[in-house]
T-cell receptor, first 112, second 114 residues
Framework: AQSVTQPDIHITVSEGASLELRCNYS??????LFWYVQSPGQGLQLLLK??????LVQGIKGFEAEFKRSQSSFNLRKPSVHWSDAAEYFC??????????FGPGTSLSVIP | EAGVVQSPRYKIIEKKQPVAFWCNPI?????LYWYLQNLGQGPELLIR????????DSQLPKDRFSAERLKGVDSTLKIQPAELGDSAVYLC????????????FGPGTRLTVL
C-alpha cells in the first residue's frame, strides 16, 4: 500500500540556520511527490512538486527538494530559515489520476 | 483570483446534531476534494468529485456523512448526526483536474462536537 513517512514530528532551528525535513514514501511506481506548508488556522499551500525530469526541484519561498529513487526519499531543504517559516510541513505522494496521500507532518519552530 | 472559499470557519455543535459545510472552488476547476484533518495529522481524503460525479468516496462514512456537488461547482458536506469523534478540521480543495495538477486548499472549517 502507498504510504508516506515523515520521521521527525517536530524540529526546532535557529533563524538563519539551514533546514532539512525528511520524507520517505512507499509506492509501486515513480509517484508524483509534493511538499505543502500549513500555517496555523490556514489551509495547505503547495511549496513544490516533482513529476519527472531533474531530481532537484525548486519551489517557492526559497525551498528546494531532491528526489532520490534509490532511497525512496524526497527531502525538503532551505539554506537559511526565516522566522516566518514556522509552520507545519506535509509531504505527499500520488499517482496520476489517483488520490494524494499525505504524511503525518513535521512541525517546524524557529528560534529568533 | 479568488481562492477556495469555505464556510463557516468555525462550528460548535452538540453531539447528535446535524452540521453542514460549504465549499466554493476556484473558478474553472473541475476536481473538488473534501479532506478530514485530525489534530497533528495530515489530511485524509473523504471524497473526490470530477465535475458533478463522485469518483472516489471510499473513505466517506456513508452512514452519517453525505456530500453533493450540484452543477459541478459548489459543494456541501453534511454530517448527521454528529459524534464526538467528528471534531476535526474539514478541508476543501480544488484542482483543474486530477491528473496530478496542483490542489489549492481552502482555510478549512474547524468543527467541535460537544
Amino acid at each position: 500500500a502507498q504510504s508516506v513517512t515523515q520521521p521527525d514530528i517536530h524540529i526546532t532551528v535557529s533563524e538563519g540556520a539551514s533546514l532539512e525535513l525528511r520524507c520517505n514514501y512507499s509506492y509501486g511506481a515513480t509517484p508524483y511527490l509534493f511538499w505543502y506548508v500549513q500555517s496555523p488556522g490556514q489551509g495547505l499551500q503547495l511549496l513544490l512538486k516533482y513529476f519527472s525530469g531533474d531530481t532537484l526541484v525548486q519551489g517557492i519561498k526559497g525551498f528546494e527538494a531532491e528526489f532520490k529513487r534509490s532511497q525512496s526519499s524526497f527531502n525538503l531543504r532551505k539554506p537559511s530559515v526565516h522566522w516566518s517559516d514556522a509552520a507545519e510541513y506535509f509531504c505527499a505522494v500520488a499517482a496520476r489520476y489517483d488520490k494524494v496521500i499525505f504524511g503525518p507532518g513535521t512541525s517546524l519552530s524557529v528560534i529568533p | 483570483e479568488a481562492g477556495v472559499v469555505q464556510s463557516p470557519r468555525y462550528k460548535i455543535i452538540e453531539k447528535k446534531q446535524p452540521v453542514a459545510f460549504w465549499c466554493n472552488p476556484i473558478s474553472g476547476h473541475n476536481t473538488l476534494y473534501w479532506y478530514l484533518q485530525n489534530l497533528g495529522q495530515g489530511p485524509e481524503l473523504l471524497i473526490r468529485y470530477e465535475n458533478e460525479e463522485a469518483v472516489d468516496d471510499s473513505q466517506l462514512p456513508k452512514d452519517r456523512f453525505s456530500a453533493e456537488r450540484l452543477k459541478g461547482v459548489d459543494s456541501t458536506l453534511k454530517i448527521q448526526p454528529a459524534e464526538l469523534g467528528d471534531s476535526a478540521v474539514y478541508l476543501c480543495a480544488s484542482s483543474l483536474n486530477s491528473a496530478g495538477n496542483t490542489q489549492y486548499f481552502g482555510p478549512g472549517t474547524r468543527l467541535t462536537v460537544l
